[in-house]
C-alpha cells in the first residue's frame, strides 16, 4: 500500500495540498479535481519528481530514505510529457527498461500494443501530443511495478488509444499491479472500473467512497 | 500600443538581459574589473586613430548581434510564445517602430560603448571614425529589427527540425550526453558564444604565461575565470532537468551514479578548453601540473551545478555565488594555495551537496 503521512507542498510560501495521513489500499484509485486542484503536483510528488514535506512510503519502503528501491515499484506517466526532442521513442524505452529491470520482450510487446512501434525510430521532438502520450504510457508500464500513476492517461489520445490504454490498466490490474490515475472531465468508469474514488479539494484529498 | 510594448519589453528584454546576467557579470568583470577608464579611453583613442581595427569591434558586436537575434528567435519558436505571431496585426509602421524599439533596448550595451567610441573619436576630431562607429552600429541595429519583426510575424515551426541537424544527432547519446546534445540542439549560439568567450579567456593566459614564463598561477587563472564564464551552462543545464530530464527523477538510478553523470557531462563541455589547455602547453609543463589544474574547472561547474539542488537558490543568487567564488579563489590562487586542494574542496562540497539533496529535487 502507498502510504502519505503528514504530508505538505508548498511553492515558495503557498500551500498547495495538505493531507494528514492517507493509504491507498491495493486497487485502482480514481483522482478527480478541478484544473489547479494540485492533482499534478500530488503525482509528482508521489512519484519522487518533486520535494515535499512529510513522508511517503511505499509499505516500508520510504521514498526519501530508499529512493532506488521505491521507483523501481512506483512507476508515472505524466500529464503533458516532455522528452529529450533528439532522442528517439526506442532510446527512451531501452533506457527506461533497462533501468527499470523490465523482463526481455516486454518493450517490445508494450510497443506493439500501443502502435508506438511505428514511430518509435523518430526523433521525440517531431511527435504529436498524442504520440508524446502513447509513448509516455508505455514506459510507465515497463519494468514489474506495484504502483503505476497515470496522470491524465487519456487526454490528447483517440479513441482506439483510449480503450488500449483501458484496456492494459484493467489487465495489468489483474496481475497485481495497483494504478492511480487522475481526470478533470467525467469518464467512463466502467472502462476501467476504478474501485476508490477521491476528489482533491480544499488543498485536501478527499475519499468519495 | 503602450501594452503590446510593456508585454514586449517583459516577453523579450527583460527574459534576455535575465537569461544572460552570467554573461553581462563576466564581461563587466573582465571589461572594467582589469580595464580601467583610462585604459578604455586608451584605447579607443588608439581606435579612432586607426579606425581598421574598428573591424575587431564590429565582429564582436556582430557575436552580441547574433546573440540577441538567437534569443528571439528561440524565444518565438516556444509553443507558449505562439501569441507572438498576433503583431501582424499591428499597423507596419507601428510594428517596425515597436521592434525597433525593443531591439534598441536589447543593444544597450553596445549603443553605450558605441556612444563612448563616438564621444572619444570627435574630441579627437576623427570624424571618420565617428561616421564609421555610428554607422557600424545603425546598420546592425537596422538589420537585426528588420530580421526580428519579420520573424516575429511568422508562423513558426516548433518541432525538432531534424534535417537540418544530423550531423549531431550521429554522436552518441548516453545521459552525460544530453545536455550536450540540448545545447547542440537548442542553445548552439549560447553554446558558440560561451565557448568563444572561454577559449578567449584561456587562451589569452597562455598567452600572457608564455610570455611570462614562469608563473604558473596564471594558468590557473585562465581556467578560473573560463569555469566562470562557463557556470552559464549550470543555469541552462538545471532548467533543462526540469523540463526534458523531469521523467528521469523517476528512476532508479543511485546517487553515486548520478552524481559520476553529471560530471562527465562538464568534462564532455569542457573538452574545447582541456584541448586547447593540453594542446598548448602538453611539451612545456608537466602533465600532473596539467592535470590538477585541469580538476578545478571541473570541479568548480560540479559546485555550481549542485547549487541549484539548495533550496532558494534562483538565478540572481546563482551569479552572486559565482562573482565571489571567483573573485576569493583569484586571491588564493594569487596566494599561492595549491590549486589541488581547491579542486578537492569543491569536490567535496559537490558531493556532499549533491547526497543530501540530489533525491530531494527541486520545484
Redesign the interface.
Known amino acids: 500500500m502507498l502510504s502519505l503521512h503528514n504530508f505538505q507542498k508548498s511553492?515558495v510560501k503557498q500551500l498547495i495540498l495538505e493531507i494528514p495521513k492517507l493509504t491507498f489500499e491495493r486497487g485502482i484509485h480514481w483522482i478527480k479535481g478541478r484544473n489547479g486542484s494540485g492533482k499534478s503536483t500530488l503525482f509528482n510528488c508521489l512519484?519522487?519528481?518533486?520535494?515535499y514535506q512529510g513522508e511517503i512510503s511505499l509499505g516500508e519502503i520510504d521514498l526519501?530514505k530508499s529512493?532506488?528501491?521505491?521507483?523501481?515499484k512506483?512507476?508515472?506517466s505524466?500529464s503533458e510529457?516532455?522528452?529529450?526532442?533528439?532522442?528517439s521513442g526506442n532510446?527512451l524505452i531501452k533506457?527506461?527498461a533497462k533501468?527499470?529491470k523490465a523482463p526481455t520482450g516486454q518493450a517490445e510487446l508494450l510497443t506493439q500494443q500501443l502502435s508506438v512501434d511505428v514511430y518509435a525510430d523518430?526523433?521525440c521532438?517531431?511527435y504529436s501530443s498524442g504520440m508524446t502520450k502513447k509513448l509516455?504510457i508505455v514506459?510507465a508500464f515497463l519494468g514489474e511495478p506495484e504502483w503505476i500513476i497515470l496522470d491524465e492517461p487519456l487526454i490528447t489520445l483517440d479513441v482506439e488509444a483510449q480503450q488500449l490504454v483501458s484496456k492494459m490498466i484493467v489487465e495489468s490490474q489483474a496481475k497485481g499491479v495497483s494504478f492511480l490515475f487522475s481526470t478533470h472531465q467525467d469518464f467512463d468508469n466502467s472502462l476501467i472500473k476504478a474501485s476508490h474514488t477521491y476528489k482533491v479539494e480544499n488543498r485536501s484529498l478527499i475519499p468519495e467512497s | 500600443m503602450k501594452a503590446v510594448r510593456k508585454v514586449l519589453v517583459r516577453a523579450l528584454v527583460k527574459e534576455f538581459y535575465k537569461a544572460n546576467t552570467g554573461f553581462f557579470l563576466v564581461v563587466l568583470g573582465l571589461g572594467f574589473g582589469f580595464l580601467k577608464t583610462a585604459q578604455h579611453v586608451d584605447l579607443t583613442s588608439f581606435l579612432a586613430v586607426k579606425p581598421f581595427y574598428y573591424l575587431v569591434v564590429l565582429v564582436l558586436w556582430l557575436l552580441y548581434t547574433a546573440k540577441t537575434l538567437s534569443f528571439v528567435f528561440m524565444v518565438k519558436r516556444l509553443p507558449n510564445n505562439s501569441w507572438l505571431s498576433y503583431l501582424v496585426l499591428l499597423n507596419p509602421l507601428k510594428r517596425l517602430l515597436l521592434v525597433l524599439h525593443i531591439q534598441a533596448l536589447l543593444f544597450l550595451p553596445i549603443l553605450g560603448y558605441g556612444f563612448f567610441m563616438t564621444a572619444i573619436a570627435i574630441q579627437l576630431n576623427q570624424w571618420t571614425s565617428a561616421v564609421l562607429v555610428i554607422a557600424g552600429n545603425l546598420i546592425l541595429l537596422f538589420g537585426a529589427t528588420n530580421m526580428v519583426e519579420s520573424k516575429l510575424i511568422s508562423p513558426v515551426d516548433t518541432k525538432l527540425q531534424i534535417g537540418f541537424k544530423n550531423f549531431t544527432n550521429r554522436l552518441p547519446k548516453p545521459f552525460p550526453m544530453l545536455f550536450v546534445h540540448h545545447l547542440l540542439n537548442r542553445q548552439s549560439i549560447l553554446l558558440l558564444g560561451t565557448k568563444t568567450a572561454s577559449l578567449i579567456v584561456l587562451v589569452g593566459s597562455i598567452w600572457i604565461f608564455e610570455m611570462e614564463g614562469t608563473d604558473l598561477r596564471l594558468l590557473n587563472l585562465g581556467l578560473l575565470l573560463s569555469a566562470a564564464v562557463n557556470a552559464a551552462f549550470c543555469f541552462h543545464y538545471h532548467q533543462y532537468q526540469q523540463s526534458e530530464l523531469l521523467i528521469y527523477r523517476n528512476l532508479p538510478i543511485a546517487n553515486n551514479l548520478q552524481f559520476v553523470w553529471y560530471g562527465l557531462s562538464y568534462l564532455i563541455l569542457m573538452l574545447p578548453e582541456l584541448m586547447v589547455f593540453f594542446g598548448n602547453l602538453g611539451l612545456d609543463i608537466s602533465t600532473l601540473f596539467l592535470l590538477k589544474s585541469a580538476l578545478l574547472p571541473l570541479t568548480l561547474l560540479l559546485f555550481y551545478h549542485c547549487l541549484f539542488y539548495l533550496k532558494g537558490i534562483d538565478m540572481e543568487n546563482f551569479i552572486k555565488v559565482v562573482f565571489f567564488a571567483t573573485a576569493i579563489l583569484f586571491f588564493v590562487i594569487l596566494g599561492r594555495i595549491e590549486v589541488i586542494f581547491i579542486s578537492g574542496l569543491f569536490l567535496l562540497l559537490s558531493y556532499f551537496i549533491f547526497q543530501k539533496r540530489g533525491q530531494e529535487s527541486t520545484d
Open positions: 511553492f512519484a519522487g519528481l518533486s520535494p526519501r529512493p532506488q528501491v521505491y521507483k523501481l512506483v512507476n508515472y505524466q510529457p516532455l522528452f529529450p526532442e533528439f532522442l532510446d533506457f527506461f533501468l527499470k523518430q526523433a521532438g517531431t509516455s514506459m
